[in-house]
């Protein structure tokens, strides 16, 4: 087993330390570090970072190496929260920086004759420059991870993390590795890679309550629709990924697979354009809507949801229920859902406020 070098008290630590902590922490967890110890000297180091300019770049790479053993040692996905909780003075963006000094101290060495007498900003210029041995798609990775402003499942994301997962697929990466360095989870990177619809059944004429009979025509509609809306909405988001992944690989100049995700685009949306086809027009009458149109409405809707869900490897809402069930369901759900919205502005809230204090109500439930 490799073991780390000890941090004398008047100079940083030794400079094969952090090969040592990236070595010890990939293969053999945090051995003979506590995490709550680990938080403190974090902390330490950062203070005198901030307060002693002349041996600041020592003091962030040092704390730069607890980082890297304390990320090691915390559970996946916990990594951001453990850190706001425990080194609450210190920004991510600054940890982040820390943890690259660490891990590159030898090409700073290399690059500079007088590492120590570096600013903390120009050790990371160093690091970013044009002769950098730093991996293009690595920083590209790190800067999709760090970069926290979409929440899984949102318009964002989707266009963010989804094509990220497909390429590093495309050029051989395994899933588990993906998934580990995109901070996903294993379902999610198997959803991304292939979306499969939920195997929901249709309600059958026989289930449907005697007086709802006039309307088993629609319900029978709504619930075709309801599958062609899928099978529409997972071959578009499909071909949006594929378009995306072709510009990714061109930035990396793999044109052979620039190539290749742009016909792939091209056969997606071929296939979006068919499914959507098999679907009527829906004729706004200018009434009120009555119960065919709220089913064939609700299909769409329905759609959406269990879509949603499917490619980010989440289970489905209310799995037990039929399609047309479902469509009622979320119809009631929305109701709700609006009434509990205008009691809310009745009390004085702005619209706005209401829907936040909605969503705050559903989170912590």
């Known amino acids: 087993m490799i073991t780390e070098k000890s941090e004398s008290a008047s100079g940083p630590l030794h400079p094969e330390f952090s090969l040592s902590v990236i070595c010890t922490a990939d293969l053999f967890g945090t051995p003979d570090h506590d995490l709550p110890s680990l938080a403190l000297a974090i902390n330490a180091e950062h203070e005198a970072a901030e307060s002693h ?26 990594w951001l929260p453990w850190l706001v909780a425990n080194c609450p003075r210190l920004a991510e963006r600054t940890a982040q920086a820390y943890m690259k000094l660490a891990r590159n101290w030898a090409t700073l060495e290399r690059k500079s ?56 697929e495309a050029v051989g990466w395994q899933p588990s590795a993906i998934a580990e360095r995109l901070s996903l989870s294993a379902a999610t990177v198997a959803a991304i890679l292939d979306p499969q619809p939920f195997d929901r059944p249709d309600l059958l004429r026989h289930e449907l309550h005697p007086a709802l009979n006039d309307l088993a025509p629609v319900v029978d509609r709504a619930q075709r629709e309801y599958r062609w809306h899928v099978a529409a909405q ?38 979006s354009e068919r499914a959507h086809a098999k679907i009527p027009e ?27 869900r499917a490619l980010i490897g989440d289970p489905p809402e209310y799995p037990e229920l039929p399609i047309a069930r479902f ?33 705050s109500t559903e989170t912590a439930q």
Request: aromatic residues 8%.
């Open 327 to 359: 469509i009622a369901k979320l119809w009631c759900d929305y109701w709700e859902q609006g009434q509990a919205w205008k009691a809310e502005i009745a009390e004085g809230k702005s619209p706005i406020d209401a829907a936040k204090a909605l969503e």
């Open 53 to 78: 300019a002349r041996k600041a770049i020592e003091h962030a790479r040092a704390a730069g190496d607890k980082l890297l053993l304390a990320k090691a040692g915390v559970t996946h996905g916990q």
């Open 234 to 271: 997972l071959s578009e988001r499909r071909g949006f990924w594929c378009k995306a992944v072709s510009g990714i690989a061109r930035k990396f100049g793999r044109n052979d697979l620039a190539e290749r995700f742009a016909g792939m685009e091209q056969v997606y949306f071929r296939e």
């Open 282 to 308: 829906w004729r706004d009458t200018g009434g009120e809507p009555d119960d065919s149109d709220l089913l064939l409405m609700g299909a769409f809707c329905a759609a959406c949801v269990d879509t949603g």
């Open 113 to 168: 004759a007088t590492v120590a007498d570096l600013t903390i900003n120009e050790a990371l210029k160093l690091l970013t420059g044009p002769d950098s041995d730093v991996d293009p798609l690595e920083s590209w990775l790190s800067a999709l991870v760090q970069d926290s402003r979409f929440p899984l499942g949102s318009i964002g994301w989707m266009m963010d993390k989804p094509p990220a997962v497909v390429y590093l």
